[in-house]
């Protein structure tokens, strides 16, 4: 079975330029999550997505960040303008219906200049 | 969101057991108790989940606690393979929020 893919694998762009994170989660998965998370610390979640509606984005910086999910599969998190204390690694996930395990991609390392 | 405690921090020699606890007190009836690891510059990999029972899977065993407040989770025989940030977490209406988690070290 496929995983869940992420591109591109790293990024580096300078402060105040914009950037856009795209995700393929695994087919069938009706939720998907993108979480960032800064060296040293745990994943923080961004936004949670159940098929193409937003369940939870509580966390997410909305003056510069957004996200969508294209008929309920594919997903791209934008970030602009970016700022210096945006870099970090982002990370998408996906699971099938029910509290089951999740399944994260390798992730999208931005690095802000 | 109901919250866990980790260590920061726990050693152990190659080929010894594991034991990495986490305390959930707050725990609700319908949160199951999940396990994701992070090896170095990779994202999180699924390890176990229970809800009431301990469970055993080809990684790792899961023991918790009759009142769910606590668990552990088990490593049977640690390899250089299991060095790794070892996360502890809730999960209950899809929601998957981690915490600092424990950094595992395995000395050869």
């Known amino acids: 079975e496929a995983g869940v893919a992420q591109s591109p694998r790293y990024k580096i762009i300078e402060k105040r330029q914009s950037v856009a994170f795209w995700c393929n989660p695994i087919?069938?998965?009706?939720?998907l999550y993108w979480y960032q998370q800064i060296l040293g610390q745990g994943p923080k979640l961004l936004i949670q997505?159940?098929?193409?509606?937003?369940?939870?984005d509580s966390q997410l910086p909305k003056d510069r960040f957004s996200a969508e999910r294209l008929k309920g599969v594919d997903s791209t998190l934008k970030i602009q303008p970016a700022k210096l204390e945006d870099s970090a690694v982002y990370l998408c996930?996906?699971?099938?219906?029910?509290?089951?395990?999740?399944?994260f991609g390798q992730g999208t390392r931005l690095t802000v200049v | 969101d109901a919250k866990t405690t980790q260590p920061n921090s726990m050693e152990s020699n190659e080929e010894e057991p594991v034991h990495l606890p986490c305390n959930h007190s707050?725990?609700?009836?319908?949160?199951?108790i999940h396990w994701y690891r992070q090896l170095p510059s990779q994202g999180p990999e699924y390890v176990i989940h229970?809800?009431?029972s301990n469970v055993n899977n080809r990684m790792a065993s899961l023991a918790i606690a009759e009142d769910r407040k606590s668990s552990t989770l088990i490593l049977h025989r640690a390899t250089l393979r299991d060095a790794a940030v070892y996360y502890c977490?809730?999960?209950?209406?899809?929601?998957?929020?981690f915490g600092a988690g424990t950094t595992v070290t395995v000395r050869a």
């Open positions: 996930a996906s699971t099938p219906q029910g509290n089951t395990e999740a399944f």
């Open positions: 087919s069938g998965h009706a939720t």
């Open positions: 997505f159940q098929n193409n509606g937003v369940v939870d």
């Open positions: 707050t725990i609700s009836g319908t949160d199951y």
């Open positions: 229970g809800l009431t």
């Open positions: 977490i809730l999960r209950n209406d899809y929601k998957l929020s």
